[in-house]
């Protein structure tokens, strides 16, 4: 199985909500490198700050994608429901290549403004 670092995906538990077939989420307040780098160039590094970075990145280039997904984050956890496990592949197709490696995800953020983002 390819890697999904630094994401774990699983079937939600108990899914009565066809928006919640799928949880997807990272433990952002143990990524000590990943904080780190969101800090060096002016971010917050939580949850919410991975979601309104990961928002703009499939709202780029797949925004269809977003009518599937339902973000759930909180200070520590970056969550976000798919509907299905076609939308789960789109998030990592567009999301992976960023957050996949440090040195992508630094050269992203070379290219964005910290004036454009709230966290």
């Given amino acids: 199985m390819t890697s999904t670092f630094p994401f774990k995906v ?3 538990k108990a899914a009565t909500d066809p928006a919640r077939q799928f949880i997807i989420l990272a433990n952002v307040s143990g990524m000590d490198d990943y904080y ?3 800090d060096d160039y002016g971010y917050g590094g ?4 991975w979601r309104e970075h990961i928002e ?3 709202e780029e280039y797949q925004p269809g994608l977003l009518d599937h997904l339902e973000f759930d984050e909180d200070h520590d956890t970056f969550v976000v429901y798919a509907d299905s496990p076609d939308a789960v592949r789109q998030f990592m197709d567009w999301v992976l290549p960023y957050f996949g490696d440090l040195g992508k995800l630094r050269k992203y953020f070379t290219q964005t403004d910290p004036g454009d983002f709230f966290a």
């Fill in 10 to 12: 699983a079937a939600a």
């Fill in 36 to 38: 780190k780098l969101f």
């Fill in 46 to 49: 939580d949850g919410s700050s």
């Fill in 56 to 58: 703009t990145i499939i």
